[in-house]
T-cell receptor, first 114, second 117 residues
């Protein structure tokens, strides 16, 4: 069964600190992996998209890594800010009869404390 | 400003009273989709549309209808809402139909919080 599991479920860090969120998936065949940021009460916003051949993608203070062999991805947030408080969702695209099937993780809820 | 809009943002209704949640995008995107988000569950796809007059079921289509008469609009219809359809709903769009090799960004609307009593 195609699944995406994220850890931890929730995380509290102090402002200015770094953190890493994890995503493990069993989706096959693999097409690409996306990380989204979802602020409370708002729609998800795309942070990064990585294909099979990419193992790192950055977007400002956000850096995503992908290991397609072990089917793992991580999202590293550097020098966290209060505005980073949000849920972070990992989404894996698998191929389904010629078009992508998106499988969503349940997210990691991050709280950055002053 | 490029965006996906949804209306209403909040809705409380009663069982069996038909309702429509509208979704509109101004980016000339071909692909549009509806999701629901429930606590402890990831976003689940309800219906999607590859282009005008082309729609198909997602993972949880029961109790929902959609139509795509115009490229920019993709309304979600609940003919007879039930309490288990209480959820947070998101409309999303992307340029192409999420072809296998596509890395298109998917843009989400702000969400509609629906409560069915």
């Amino acid at each position: 069964k195609n699944q995406v599991e994220q850890s931890p479920q929730s995380l509290i860090i102090l402002e200015g600190k770094n953190c890493t969120l994890q995503c493990n998936y069993t989706v096959s065949p693999f097409s690409n992996l996306r990380w989204y940021k979802q602020d409370t009460g708002r729609g998800p916003v795309s942070l990064t998209i990585m294909t099979f051949s990419e193992n790192t993608k950055s977007n400002g203070r956000y850096t995503a890594t992908l290991d397609a062999d072990t089917k793992q991805s991580s999202l590293h947030i550097t020098a966290s800010q209060l505005s980073d408080s949000a849920s972070y969702i990992c989404v894996v695209s698998g191929e389904n009869t010629g078009f992508q099937k998106l499988v969503f993780g349940t997210g990691t809820r991050l709280l950055v404390s002053p | 400003e490029a965006q996906v809009t949804q209306n209403p943002r909040y809705l409380i209704t009663v069982t069996g009273k038909k309702l429509t949640v509208t979704c509109s995008q101004n980016m000339n995107h071909e692909y549009m989709s509806w999701y629901r988000q429930d606590p402890g569950l990831g976003l689940r796809q309800i219906y999607y549309s590859m282009n005008v007059e082309v729609t198909d079921k997602g993972d949880v289509p029961e109790g929902y209808k959609v139509s795509r008469k115009e490229k920019r609009n993709f309304p979600l219809i609940l003919e007879s809402p039930s309490p288990n359809q209480t959820s947070l709903y998101f409309c999303a769009s992307s340029l192409f139909g999420l072809a296998t090799t596509s890395t298109d960004t998917q843009y989400f609307g702000p969400g509609t919080r629906l409560t069915v009593l």
